[in-house]
């Protein structure tokens, strides 16, 4: 079964750190893009973080660059994205989806797998 599932998500305060993980099944890493977006209350979605296929590259939100990092372990097929100094704007719900693509990640692409979101709050 081709899917994505986030975990990781929980309450933290305001200047601490989470470790979100997006388990991919069916969905190799190499071929794939993945990228996390987030949706706070009554907003849009928006990209946060995004790896490319093959270690093509990463790019990041610029409200979360320098605190946010993205990155892959290959062998247990999981991509994270590791949050230091959250802020309480960062709250919300967070979505890994994948995308079946070579080229460098972008957020506007169609992404064609998505999990069921991992819920983020930060206190201030």
């Known amino acids: 079964q081709l899917q994505v599932a986030e975990s990781g998500g929980g309450l933290v305060q305001a200047g601490g750190s989470l470790r979100l993980s997006c388990a991919t099944s069916?969905?190799?890493?190499?071929?794939?893009?993945i990228a996390w977006f987030r949706q706070a209350p009554g907003k849009g979605r928006e990209g946060v973080s995004c790896?490319?296929?093959?270690?093509?590259?990463?790019d990041y939100a610029e409200s979360v660059k320098g605190r946010f990092t993205i990155y892959s372990d290959n062998a247990r097929n999981t991509v994270y994205l590791q949050m230091n100094r959250l802020k309480p704007h960062a709250s919300g719900v967070y979505y890994c989806?994948?995308?079946?693509?070579?080229?460098?990640?972008?957020?506007?692409?169609?992404?064609?797998?998505w999990g069921q979101g991992t819920q983020v709050a930060v206190s201030s």
């Open positions: 989806a994948a995308l079946h693509a070579q080229a460098a990640c972008r957020w506007n692409r169609v992404y064609g797998y």
């Open positions: 069916g969905l190799p890493l190499d071929q794939h893009s």
């Open positions: 790896s490319t296929a093959r270690g093509g590259g990463v």
